[in-house]
Every structure is written in structure tokens, then in C-alpha cells.
């Protein structure tokens, strides 16, 4: 029951994040249109530091993990 509330709460938030990067996304991208294009690049730094947070994510699961050891939301 504690692990599928915690992945509930976890659905909730990734879609909050997914929400607020394609807002971000629509007003960089917005930004960048009326820049010279030699100036442009918000957009594509916006997705990589999206994807720089994913790995930072994804590979900081199993050390958050540790913090459950031998409990009940193990």
C-alpha cells in the first residue's frame, strides 16, 4: 500500500513537471523566434538541461533507495 501511494504521488508530480517543461518550452521557444537566429538556442538548452534532470533522476533512484532498506516501502 506505501509503495503504491508513493507511485501515485509520483505519477501526480512527473505530469505537473511534463506540464511546466511544455509551458517553459512554448515561451522559450516564443523567445527564440524573435531573436536573430545566430542568437537563438533557448529551446535546445532548455531540452537538454530537461534531459540532463531525467539521467540525474533515473540514476538517483537507487541511492534513494537506501533509505528504505528493510522497511516496509522497501
Given amino acids: 500500500e506505501l509503495n ?6 509520483w505519477e501526480v508530480a512527473d505530469a ?6 511544455q509551458n517553459a518550452m512554448t515561451l522559450v521557444k516564443a523567445w ?4 536573430p537566429a545566430g542568437e537563438r ?9 530537461r534531459r540532463a ?4 533522476r533515473d540514476q538517483g ?7 528504505m ?3 516496509s516501502a522497501e
Fill in 53 to 56: 534532470g531525467i539521467v540525474f
Fill in 69 to 71: 532498506k528493510g522497511g
Fill in 16 to 21: 505537473r513537471l511534463n506540464e511546466a517543461y
Fill in 61 to 67: 533512484r537507487p541511492a534513494e533507495g537506501y533509505a
Fill in 4 to 9: 503504491q501511494c508513493a507511485a501515485d504521488e
Fill in 32 to 35: 527564440d523566434a524573435r531573436l
Fill in 41 to 49: 538556442g533557448g529551446a535546445e538548452a532548455l531540452r537538454a538541461a
